[in-house]
């Protein structure tokens, strides 16, 4: 059971580039997130996607594309790369609520983008 | 809109009490959390409480919340080098799908 997997950890990209963040989980969570952490701000929500099939716009999703291609990968796009898309990008998943029972959010490890 | 705030930084010393603090604004929200993220890796959690309780223990985690102010707190008994970490508090807001809201972080450090 890996929980939340992203890939790549690491990416390096040139201004204008594209390219495309991957995340899969395998806890049949309904709830897909994809977050960036700057420093001094915390996590701030870029999409989610509530169930299979369906995307919303979170905080901050201007210059990025979501995709949730079934209900375990939940990929997020950036078109062309701009230097303010430097950032940790965290994606989590979350299962249904129940009842006086509550887990939280699951996050993978992060992909550390660097845009020169 | 919803914010959540945090003190940026706290220094303790090995073995005393550390504790945490965060403001919220949803009063809507159901639960409240505090995650716990070691360098160079995700975001883990650490314990939550549900909006209608005042406090929450768990071994040596004691999460205080104080409703009428939306003022919540993490305090961590008898302090360790390995709780050396940065904390964020997120409370879940009532409405827009559950979303979770961060604050910025408050980087605890402890020195022997």
């Known amino acids: 059971n890996a929980g939340v997997t992203q890939t790549p950890k690491f990416q390096v990209l040139k201004t204008g580039q594209s390219m495309t963040l991957q995340c899969a989980q395998d806890?049949?969570?309904?709830?897909m997130y994809w977050y960036r952490q700057d420093p001094g701000m915390g996590l701030r929500l870029i999409y989610y996607s509530a169930s299979e099939g369906t995307t919303d716009k979170g905080e901050v999703p201007n210059g990025y594309n979501v995709s949730r291609l079934n209900k375990r990968e939940f990929s997020l796009r950036l078109e062309s790369a701009a230097p303010s898309q430097t950032s940790v990008y965290f994606c989590a998943s979350r299962v249904p609520i129940k009842a006086d029972r509550e887990d939280g959010y699951t996050f993978g490890s992060g992909t550390r983008l660097t845009v020169v | 809109g919803e914010d959540v705030e945090q003190s940026l930084f706290l220094s303790v010393r090995e073995g005393d009490s550390s504790v945490i603090n965060c403001t919220y604004t949803?009063?809507?929200?159901?639960?409240l959390y505090w995650y716990k993220q070691e360098p160079g890796a995700g975001l883990q959690l650490l314990t939550y409480i549900f909006s209608n309780m005042d406090m929450k223990q768990d071994q040596r985690l004691t999460v205080l919340l104080n409703k009428k102010d939306k003022h919540l707190s993490l305090r961590i008994a008898d302090t360790q080098t390995g709780d050396s970490a940065i904390y964020f508090c997120?409370?879940?807001?009532?409405?827009?799908?559950?979303?979770?809201?961060f604050g910025q972080g408050t980087e605890l450090s402890v020195k022997p």
């Open positions: 997120a409370e879940r807001l009532g409405s827009q799908g559950g979303k979770l809201i």
């Open positions: 806890m049949n969570h309904n709830s």
């Open positions: 949803d009063s809507s929200s159901t639960y």
